[in-house]
């Protein structure tokens, strides 16, 4: 079954706990701090496997979650950090956060890893909190959370030339003349509902992976038929072979046929107008094709055209000739391959600590900044309650909360934990 699209949520691994601890000797109960810290929770790792070629493994699995790293122990131990979680995907799978719409990753070289959700820090131990001023403290962090995203996994078929047109007229019969490919063909439109690949070999030992993608229908870059299946995998490719019923079969009209599809791929973006094109004159065994050609070079003068029959296997051998010297002629792939313009990239902000709103339970408090710090507070320790409010305060969290009027034992909430606003 091929995949080409999945969604799924990532709850990467908690860190572990840091640990309060005294060491002890006989007679001498309490000689120092020695809480170890924890150790760091699961990344969760998508890495390139050349192997696959659909992301149906990753079908059914929607939520990946990563593991707690150890907690630490006394005499300065430290907890071992959980093991990663390793995602493979195939070449050609683009990650976008789902929240933000951000493109994260787009991989694309064989074992090329990247960390799509990281895993939380370890919490400190009480012996990382000891100072000159205050050398046995008994306070702790619990384990930093791990990331949580809910992202979109998006595979666009890597090949060479990527075969285009209406549904049926010809391209995957030509996929299967020149390669070793052997793709559904039949007498009946969008026979190809997924992308087929083919290696193409030349008996002076050049060779490249040709795709036979999805045909295309008046409307595809709004989504309309297959369209936006094929123009996303058309996307990857280093050049795009257009292929076009020179026979006129079924009525069709190669001129409008042409005008139609280049009309569909220079409103979908994503740089697929500045790609290379052949045209393919195909069904040149049929009757009037000389004709229609001879009418397309006239109306299409600048265009580079070769004809072929992938019937009769007239004009094949040249066919695969011209790709491959095109191919040989242009750019390296990875030039070529490059993140479209109205792609989101991650730029660097500075966070906000905090927001404050009035409700009819008290003042909520919110924040990514303030959402870690009450995670990783151990409020069963009298000095980690001191540290969490220090923290707060030195924020500027008490000065906004009296400029929006709060008074003195108002209810302040975090998360699910209520406090009362005191001195």
């Known amino acids: 079954?091929?995949?080409?699209?999945?969604?799924?949520?990532?709850?990467?691994?908690?860190?572990?706990?840091?640990?309060?601890?005294?060491?002890?000797?006989?007679?001498?109960?309490?000689?120092?701090?020695?809480?170890?810290?924890?150790?760091?929770?699961?990344?969760?790792?998508?890495?390139?496997?050349?192997?696959?070629?659909?992301?149906?493994?990753?079908?059914?699995?929607?939520?990946?979650?990563?593991?707690?790293?150890?907690?630490?122990?006394?005499?300065d131990r430290t907890g071992a950090n959980a093991e990663d979680i390793i995602i493979k995907v195939p070449q050609g799978t683009t990650i976008t956060d789902l929240?933000?719409?951000?493109?994260?990753?787009?991989?694309?070289?064989?074992?090329?890893?990247?960390?799509?959700?990281?895993?939380?820090?370890?919490?400190?131990?009480?012996?990382?909190?000891?100072?000159?001023?205050?050398?046995?403290?008994?306070?702790?962090?619990?384990?930093?959370?791990?990331?949580?995203?809910?992202?979109?996994?998006?595979?666009?078929?890597?090949?060479?030339?990527?075969?285009?047109?209406?549904?049926?007229?010809?391209?995957?019969?030509?996929?299967?003349?020149?390669?070793a490919s052997k793709p559904k063909i039949a007498a009946y439109h969008f026979t190809t509902l997924n992308p087929n690949l083919g290696v193409v070999k030349l008996k002076d030992?050049?060779?490249?992976?040709?795709?036979?993608?999805?045909?295309?229908?008046?409307?595809?870059?709004?989504?309309?038929?297959?369209?936006?299946?094929?123009?996303?995998?058309?996307?990857?490719?280093?050049?795009?072979?257009?292929?076009l019923d020179m026979g006129a079969s079924e009525g069709r009209n190669p001129i409008e046929d042409y005008k139609i599809i280049d009309n569909e791929i220079k409103k979908y973006g994503h740089n697929l107008d500045k790609k290379k094109v052949i045209i393919i004159a195909n069904k040149m065994d049929l009757e009037g094709a000389d004709k229609n050609l001879e009418e397309f070079k006239k109306t299409y003068p600048n265009l580079d055209i070769i004809a072929i029959s992938a019937y009769s296997l007239d004009g094949v051998e040249d066919l695969v000739i011209k790709l491959a010297d095109t191919l040989d002629s242009l750019e390296d792939q990875e030039k070529i391959i490059e993140t479209s313009s109205d792609e989101i990239v991650y730029k660097y902000e500075e966070e906000v600590p905090f927001t404050i709103e009035k409700s009819n339970d008290g003042w909520v408090l919110k924040g990514d900044k303030i959402k870690r710090l009450f995670q990783m507070t151990r409020f069963d320790e009298d000095e980690s309650i001191i540290r969490f409010a220090n923290k707060l305060k030195r924020m500027g969290v008490e000065e906004e909360l009296e400029r929006l009027g709060a008074k003195r034992g108002d209810d302040v909430i975090i998360e699910d934990f209520v406090f009362q606003f005191k001195d």
């Open 1 to 75: 079954m091929f995949v080409d699209e999945v969604n799924i949520k990532l709850i990467a691994g908690n860190g572990g706990d840091g640990c309060t601890s005294f060491h002890r000797e006989k007679c001498m109960p309490m000689l120092g701090p020695d809480g170890g810290n924890g150790g760091r929770g699961s990344n969760i790792i998508f890495e390139v496997d050349k192997g696959l070629k659909t992301l149906v493994d990753l079908r059914y699995h929607k939520i990946i979650k990563g593991n707690k790293g150890n907690n630490g122990k006394g005499s």
């Open 99 to 179: 929240d933000t719409n951000n493109v994260i990753c787009d991989l694309i070289k064989d074992k090329e890893q990247f960390i799509v959700a990281k895993g939380g820090r370890g919490g400190r131990g009480n012996a990382s909190f000891a100072s000159h001023e205050n050398t046995a403290p008994k306070i702790s962090e619990k384990g930093e959370p791990g990331e949580v995203k809910q992202i979109k996994c998006e595979l666009k078929v890597l090949a060479d030339v990527g075969l285009v047109g209406f549904p049926s007229v010809g391209k995957s019969t030509i996929l299967s003349v020149i390669s």
């Open 205 to 243: 030992n050049r060779s490249f992976v040709m795709a036979d993608l999805p045909g295309l229908i008046e409307g595809a870059s709004e989504g309309l038929g297959l369209g936006l299946k094929f123009l996303r995998h058309a996307s990857r490719t280093k050049l795009i072979a257009h292929v």
